[in-house]
């Protein structure tokens, strides 16, 4: 009887593992089901991306899924289309792939990070019920042909750290819930069809290290609240319609190091403080800035790079540049300058297009005064 009885539970024992490893080893039937509908609205003709996605264990061995181990829901897709993976380079090319990005993938409830990135040819909008997944921190759609615009409530995304929206088609304006996002760290919008204006609370992403929304419509003014995120290392601007002054509080954030706000319709004077910031490459180039060259070089003045030509400066170039700690390119060409070059660093390695296009320098590397 007590060997029966032993039997029996070792039987029962063998059965609830079983069934507890089944279980572990399948993925959460919504979750399952939203993959499924994922796969179905893109076509990958090349690779065979999709190819792994079978059977009923999405967490082991599905390309670009992972799971969280301790609640066994999706938490990771991570698909892109140029990546140093040995299924490119076999292939010796990048990834190609087309359709649409299903609102299924709003059902991952547990989702932490989206990557579907350099696929070039997968249309259609941002499923605007994306805003509903509380735990996501990267939502990376880079480089694919995406329209339509950013969904509104985008802001209700409180852990998002990463949003990268670059090389697509995104139409309309920058959300205003978007300065809510108080955890992002890295915000890139390049190469869009973005139009309206910059939020002017855009001072309340404390997180923000770099901005980057360069080659898109937007117009209006630069807020000034700008000069507010203490992390802000990267700001470019550059190739939209922005007009208006610089904020002069720009050259007083603590760790800008990168400036660009070239070929926009920018107006006013240079503000002084940005040359003796901490700003190493500073591109004002084609705009509209007047005036002089502020006199406010000094031996904190470091930049890789200082492009000021195509605007409409007048005067002098101001002698105190000489005191600058370094400078590696400076283009101060097709403007309104005059007089004499100052002699000594930088100016004895610099070309003569550095220069040109003014009204009357002279001097080294110029023709003598």
């Known amino acids: 009887m007590e060997t029966a009885i032993r039997l029996h539970l070792t039987v029962v024992a063998v059965i609830l593992f079983a069934v507890t490893f089944a279980s572990v080893r399948a993925c959460h039937p919504s979750d399952l089901a939203a993959l499924l509908a994922i796969k179905a609205a893109l076509h990958e003709p090349h690779f065979g991306i999709f190819n792994s996605w079978t059977g009923t264990d999405c967490c082991h061995n599905w390309h670009g899924v992972s799971c969280d181990p301790e609640t066994g829901r999706v938490a990771d897709i991570n698909l892109r289309g140029e990546a140093e993976d040995p299924i490119y380079e076999k292939n010796h090319r990048t990834g190609y792939m087309t359709g649409t990005i299903s609102p299924a993938i709003c059902r991952l409830t547990r989702l932490s990070s989206l990557t ?15 805003t509903t997944l509380p735990f996501l921190r990267i939502f990376d759609l880079i480089g694919n042909k995406i329209s339509g615009e950013i969904p509104a409530g985008i802001g209700r995304l409180h852990r998002l750290t990463v949003l990268n929206f670059a090389d697509n088609l995104i139409s309309g304006p920058i959300p205003t819930s978007l300065t809510n ?24 992403l404390s997180m923000l290290s770099r901005a980057l929304l360069s080659r898109n419509l937007i117009g209006g003014t630069i807020p000034s609240s700008v000069s507010q995120i203490y992390r802000l290392a990267d700001l470019d601007l550059s190739l939209n319609q922005i007009s208006g002054p610089i904020p002069p509080t720009i050259g007083k954030m603590a760790v800008l190091a990168t400036l660009n706000l070239d070929s926009n319709k920018i107006s006013g004077r240079i503000p002084p403080s940005l040359l003796v910031s901490g700003i190493s490459n500073l591109n004002l180039s084609k705009n509209f800035l007047d005036g002089i060259i502020p006199d406010a070089f000094g031996p904190s003045s470091y930049f890789t790079v200082i492009d000021l030509s195509f605007n409409k400066l007048r005067g002098n170039i101001p002698k105190s540049i000489i005191s600058a700690s370094y400078i590696g390119h400076l283009d101060l060409s097709h403007n309104h300058l005059c007089g004499r070059i100052p002699a000594g660093s930088p100016f004895d390695h610099l070309e003569p297009s550095s220069f040109t296009y003014n009204d009357c320098l002279c001097g080294k590397p110029l023709k003598t005064c």
């Open 116 to 130: 579907i990135a350099d696929w070039k040819g997968i249309s259609g909008e941002i499923p605007k019920c994306i």
């Open 181 to 204: 996002l108080s955890s992002l760290m890295h915000l890139d919008l390049r190469n869009n069809k973005i139009s309206g204006e910059l939020p002017r609370d855009f001072g309340r």
